[in-house]
């Protein structure tokens, strides 16, 4: 193992619901904060720390996003990249509907490109239907009507942009 990585697992304990959580300083807003002085600045949030040692640099415009909505976890298959619009947009959504989708649902959106992502969630929040602008390879996942949507509750419609999602990425791949 990676020796950085080395040293900041030594601070973390394995919880029931399978998250790494930092048992070390948190930020002011609750993230696991990595002090260390083999760092430039000497602090950074370990949670980006751990995805940079595994993935490399994050560019510019990204963010990662903790996919166990657990702020303090530090696990890497519980980290995902996503572009800053998209996570922002993700998290407006509320902790509720963020609690619907699962880990393939939220990775697959950082795998779509940032506008796509985007859109989809804005859609979401607005109750809008999901069509793609541009027709997806051939088969297009079934939709319901619009009246029907109409009728669903924020967690049903987000269960079902996600299935469709998933059916689309199938379909991609
Ligand atoms: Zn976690
Ligand atoms: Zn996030």
């Known amino acids: 193992m990676d020796t950085r990585l080395k040293s900041v697992y030594k601070n ?5 619901s399978g998250c790494w959580e930092w048992t070390e300083e948190l ?14 600045g000497r602090c950074t949030l370990a949670h980006q720390y751990v995805y940079t040692i ?15 909505r657990n702020k303090r976890c530090i ?17 407006r959504l509320g902790w509720d509907v ?21 859109q989809l969630i804005l859609s979401m929040r607005e109750r809008r239907h999901f069509v793609p602008d541009k027709p997806v390879r051939e088969k297009k996942p079934k939709v319901p009507t619009e009246s029907a949507i109409a009728k669903l509750s924020e967690k049903q419609l987000a269960e079902l942009y996600y299935t469709l999602m998933a059916k689309r990425q199938q379909e991609l791949m």
């Open 12 to 16: 973390m304990r394995i919880r029931n």
């Open 27 to 40: 930020t002011r807003d609750g993230y696991a904060l990595y002090v260390s002085p083999n760092i430039v």
């Open 54 to 68: 595994l993935h490399g640099k994050v560019q510019k415009d990204y963010d990662i996003h903790h996919i166990c």
């Open 75 to 91: 696990k890497p298959s519980h980290l995902v990249k996503l572009h800053h619009k998209v996570h922002f947009a993700l998290h």
């Open 98 to 118: 963020m609690a619907t989708l699962n880990d393939l649902q939220i990775k697959s959106l950082s795998e779509l490109p940032p506008e796509e992502g985007l």
